[in-house]
């Protein structure tokens, strides 16, 4: 479920892109930080769900 949230958020991405929403200089260069932070953020979501379901 993760991996097709980051391909609707590239696909929204794109689109908002080639619409003149987000300017050109924004790229992947400057954003791919926030794929890492998403990335861990649903692992830690993850674990804390997996660890409230242990303790019930």
């Known amino acids: 479920m993760f991996v097709g949230f980051i391909l609707v958020l590239a696909g929204a991405f794109f689109l908002l892109r080639n619409f003149g929403f987000i300017p050109r200089w ?5 954003l791919w930080p ?3 932070i998403a990335l ?3 692992m830690v979501g993850d ?3 997996k660890r409230a ?3 019930k």
């Not at 924004?26 to 400057?30: A, F, V």
């Open 26 to 30: 924004y790229g992947w260069s400057e």
């Open 34 to 36: 926030l794929i890492l």
């Open 40 to 42: 861990g953020l649903a």
């Open 47 to 49: 674990s804390m769900r």
């Open 53 to 55: 379901k242990r303790g």
